[in-house]
């Protein structure tokens, strides 16, 4: 992009920063996300959501502490203090979330995970039956987001930071809907592995 002069250089300077510094987060953001899913699936939703909104406030502190510091006192990072932050709450709360997993004691996290069990050739090539389609699903919607952002980038600072804006609040208003999404999945999936097809038509009806 700074090669063909499509997108600002300074632009590009600090998408590349940010992307460098949100790659700390690339692996805890996938453990957490596996170990949520789980979580999610036995109908475990409410600890997950305390959760959340406890580090949403942590992560809003230490984005406003590390970019602007404290006055009199630190000048903070500036840019580079919105990543690190970023990164820094998705560690805290994936840390957060192994400790309340272990002090809790939900019957549902005493089941055994027996690893020739689950990883049996026909469950793992069923398994990517699903989950490679459904990735492939997610990598063309993401990409063509990220194309859209490359074009409001092309138009300068403002024009990214509305698209930016308008993604976050995009995100917020379809939270619902994505709740009510999963909620469904995991009610179905359950009626189906009780053999109760009929129950899982019903809840897919509501």
Same mark, same amino acid.
């Given at each position: ?8 250089? *300074?632009? #590009? ?5 940010? +992307? ?43 984005? =406003?502490?590390?970019?602007?510091? =404290?006055? /009199?006192?630190?000048?903070?990072? +500036? ?16 840390? #957060?979330? =192994?400790?309340?997993?272990? #002090? ?49 980038? *092309? ?7 509305? *698209? ?16 009510? /999404?999963?909620? #469904? ?7 189906? +592995? ?13």
């Amino acid at each position: 992009l700074r090669a063909t002069g499509y997108v600002e250089g *300074h632009l #590009c300077d600090l998408a590349s920063t940010f +992307g460098r510094t949100m790659v700390l987060k690339i692996v805890p953001d996938i453990i957490l996300s596996v170990i949520i899913e789980w979580l999610i699936a036995q109908e475990i939703v409410r600890p997950i959501a305390w959760i959340n909104l406890i580090f949403l406030a942590v992560n809003l502190g230490l984005n =406003i502490t590390l970019v602007y510091g =404290i006055s /009199g006192v630190w000048d903070g990072l +500036g840019f580079i203090g919105s990543p690190l932050a970023t990164s820094v709450t998705t560690f805290l709360k994936l840390v #957060c979330t =192994i400790v309340w997993m272990r #002090c809790r004691a939900w019957p549902t996290l005493q089941a055994g995970f027996v690893p020739s069990e689950a990883l049996k050739y026909e469950r793992v090539v069923k398994f990517l039956s699903q989950a490679v389609p459904s990735g492939l699903s997610m990598l063309v919607e993401n990409l063509q987001f990220m194309l859209v952002t490359v074009w409001a980038g *092309h138009f300068g600072e403002t024009s990214l930071a509305a *698209h930016s804006a308008m993604l976050d609040i995009f995100t917020v208003l379809t939270a619902g809907m994505y709740g009510l /999404g999963d909620a #469904c999945t995991v009610r179905v999936g359950n009626e189906l +592995g009780r053999g109760n097809a009929m129950g899982a038509r019903k809840v897919a009806k509501l």
